[in-house]
């Protein structure tokens, strides 16, 4: 299962979501998301969809690594269905039947929400460096900078979180083989007795995040880092023509939506 766990991993590629400024990506899957609440209709979920197989396709990315990261996250896709299922009020399916048609067309629609949201976001991360994400990000706050806000910190902070979860992933399947082959069982007993057999594990895993936390800090320091006050970029971003046009394609999008509701 840990394996399944895809967030925060980076495919290089020369895909077009590959080229396009990260800025222009993290625009666009804030309209995708807000695209994705406002409608209400089949036609539009249609066309949500129709979009999201055409970028899983567009990215270059193989599909059963993108599929592969919905394994994870298919508890809270059920559980959401299952609540819309059986507490959405209208016409039972069947005389006395807590299940009704409406709750049934919810459902399905909230589950392809929010596995299009998953695919969405899991995209972003897929065709974006988590150096690039920081720097759209960066770019795209800068005007809290005038409320005193530490924008270059938080931004860094994001990526960095962002860019150790692969790791920390990795580190966990390392210690969870080790005790598994010293005899540790994790897949069978009850709840409690499973969270008592992950404490051989936590316990490690907090030793060695703290330790590389430490490493990165001093790393840091070597290196004469001292926040992003007078900080220059190797590499500067310049919106091109096919990012604005990736722009205002999503900008159409949001208004077709909204006029499809």
Not at 4 to 12: E, H, L, N, S, V
Not at 89 to 98: A, H, N
Not at 100 to 114: D, F
Not at 155 to 166: D, E, G, Q
Request: hydrophobic fraction near 50%; proline fraction near 5%.
């Amino acid at each position: 299962m840990l394996k399944d766990i895809t967030i925060g991993q980076y495919f290089p590629g020369d895909s077009i979501l590959h080229r396009l400024d990260p800025r222009a990506k993290l625009i666009a899957v804030f309209l995708y998301i807000v695209a994705l609440f406002v409608n209400s209709s089949w036609l539009a979920n249609a066309v949500m969809l129709i979009l999201t197989i055409i970028l899983m396709a567009v990215s270059g990315i193989p599909p059963r690594h993108i599929l592969r990261g919905l394994r994870p996250m298919l508890f809270i896709i059920l559980l959401t269905g299952i609540l819309n299922l059986f507490f959405t009020k209208g016409t039972p399916v069947l005389p006395g039947w807590i299940i009704t048609w409406e709750g049934i067309s919810q459902t399905i629609k909230m589950m392809l929400r929010i596995t299009m949201l998953i695919i969405g976001t899991f995209l972003l991360t897929y065709t974006t460096s988590p150096m690039q994400i920081t720097d759209g990000l960066e770019y795209l706050l800068s005007p809290l900078k005038r409320l005193h806000v530490p924008v270059h910190e938080l931004t860094l902070i994001m990526s960095m979180a962002l860019r150790f979860i692969p790791t920390l992933i990795e580190e966990t399947d390392k210690i969870m083989s080790a005790q598994k082959s010293r005899g540790a069982d994790f897949e069978t007993g009850g709840l409690v007795q499973r969270a008592k057999a992950l404490i051989p594990v936590l316990v490690p895993l907090f030793v060695s995040s703290f330790r590389r936390a430490d490493e990165l800090a001093v790393a840091m320091e070597s290196r004469c880092y001292h926040g992003g006050e007078g900080r220059t970029r190797m590499h500067e971003l310049v919106y091109t023509r096919r990012d604005i046009v990736a722009i205002c394609l999503a900008v159409a999008l949001l208004g077709l939506l909204i006029i499809l509701r």
